[in-house]
């Protein structure tokens, strides 16, 4: 079953949001059920603000400052060439290793960045970059943090630099870390076992020997001073993201450049996977780049969604391009089949996802596209009785490039980053009624969010 939805004039769709309907529900930050503390990757600052809230203020930042190696430093032709973020500059005689400096970055939509012939455009991560080279958005580019309020720890990928770098909670002060290599994107973990599960989606350019595209990395945290690595799952399909876990042991991942989904026993590492777009039908290691799945979340033991950002798709054989919508799929784990999907505009890009099973309901972030001011959002999912529908949604002409989402503690709220506008967001969960929006830092590109409420 596939429902599908076509958003309306701008401004009667913000109403019907409840946005000026005070009379519904109390905003009022007095009645939070206690203070939170929003984790907050913010990308090109190598950065992780931690805000305050009821207070609605910035309380720390830390500085994502893991080892790295200085381009200029390097000697030779072949170690400068194994670093992502480092060229080898040929001169001659005065040949050296220097910086990447990537003249795409500029491009902010996939349109402009493909019409010049030395971009491409990188999907899982929405930026433009130059031809097989990456980005420079700093040393680490911090990507995604996962909050163990068991254990009292917060960890960040840095998708740059290849590190997942582990934090004590409370007091937010660095215990180590441990490098992974292939772009470290998305995490999940099991707190009673001290495992954390890691999506590993590039090659970093022989910064890990022998390091596919393909892994889901084992790291074991149980040691209160050494993180160590564990084993590399691979899955077979390249560029894994979206990864996510479920109460009995089974690990789920998606290929976001092949359009495949896979459920992994914690166990013994064993392996299940099926085709997601059924149009093309591709086997588990062609990469199509249609679909482009970005995050899984797991709403029981035996459903969970996966967002996929879509977008203009060109096919390899013909060159003839393609819109395809935006989309959130609904599984069934326990036989690894399609249950239902729901479709929304081409450039509204779905990206990060968060669920509540009390209220059997998902909400969604829709990063949008910046031609077409509007189509950034967050709308809201009702998935009772194995079936999608839309419960509310909220736009505006100001967000741009929505990124991460998470719920407050209590429930009552979400927490959005704007990757683009360099804000966070705050909506109710009722109604989607916008609350406010805190300002970070300029260029922040703020992304992954987690969310620890104090006792």
């Known amino acids: 079953m596939i429902k599908q939805i076509i958003k309306t004039i701008p401004i009667l769709l913000i109403y019907s949001c409840g946005i000026f309907d005070s009379d519904q529900e109390v905003d009022s930050e007095q009645e939070v059920d206690s203070e939170q503390e929003i984790y907050i990757a913010m990308q090109a600052l190598d950065k992780v603000a931690i805000v305050d809230y009821p207070s609605a203020k910035i309380d720390t930042t830390i500085e994502i400052n893991f080892d790295t190696i200085s381009c200029v430093t390097i000697q030779s032709e072949s170690d400068c060439n194994a670093i992502s973020a480092c060229y080898w500059h040929n001169m001659g005689t005065m040949s050296h290793c220097m910086e990447i400096e990537d003249e795409c970055i500029s491009y902010d939509n996939q349109l402009d960045c493909e019409d010049n012939s030395i971009c491409e455009w990188h ?3 929405g930026h433009c970059m130059t031809s097989g080279e990456t980005m420079n958005m700093g040393s680490h580019t911090p990507h995604f943090i996962v909050i163990d309020a068991e254990n009292k720890y917060w960890f960040v990928t840095t998708i740059t630099s290849g590190w997942v770098g582990r934090y004590q909670l409370g007091t937010n002060q660095f215990i180590d870390k441990v490098f992974v290599g292939d772009s470290p994107a998305l995490m999940t973990m099991n707190t009673s076992q001290n495992k954390l599960y890691v999506s590993r989606m590039m090659p970093m350019a022989g910064m890990m020997e022998g390091s ?3 892994v889901i990395q084992e790291i074991d945290y149980s040691d209160p001073e050494t993180m160590r690595l564990g084993r590399s799952i691979d899955v077979k399909s390249p560029t894994p993201h979206g990864i996510e876990i479920n109460d009995i042991g089974e690990i789920f991942t998606a290929s976001n450049t092949a359009d495949w989904i896979w459920k992994i026993n914690e166990v013994d590492g064993s392996t299940d996977g099926k085709v997601m777009d059924e149009i093309i039908g591709n086997s588990y290691n062609m990469e199509t780049q249609r679909l482009k799945p970005i995050q899984i979340e797991t709403l ?9 950002s ?5 096919n390899g054989y013909t060159q003839v391009s393609d819109s395809l919508a935006g989309q959130v799929q609904l599984w069934n784990t326990k036989d690894m089949t399609l249950v239902d999907s729901y479709l929304f505009e081409w450039n509204s890009t779905p990206w990060h996802i968060v669920s509540s099973s009390d209220l059997q309901q998902a909400f969604v972030v829709l990063s949008g596209d910046n031609l077409y001011p509007g189509s950034a959002g967050v709308v809201c999912l009702n998935y009772s009785s194995n079936e999608l529908s839309l419960q509310w949604e909220t736009y505006d002409d100001t967000f741009v490039k929505l990124h991460g ?3 407050s503690g209590d429930g009552e709220r979400l927490y959005v980053s704007g990757r ?5 967001h705050i909506f109710t969960t009722l109604s989607g009624n916008w609350i406010k929006s805190i300002e970070l830092e300029q260029n922040a590109m703020s992304g992954g969010i987690a969310v620890y409420s104090k006792d």
């Open 123 to 125: 999907a899982s991560m």
């Open 212 to 214: 596919v595209s393909s």
């Open 300 to 308: 029981n033991d035996s459903l969970l969604m996966v967002t996929c």
């Open 310 to 314: 879509g977008g203009i798709w060109v």
């Open 405 to 407: 989402i998470e719920l």
């Open 420 to 424: 683009g506008d360099g804000k966070l």
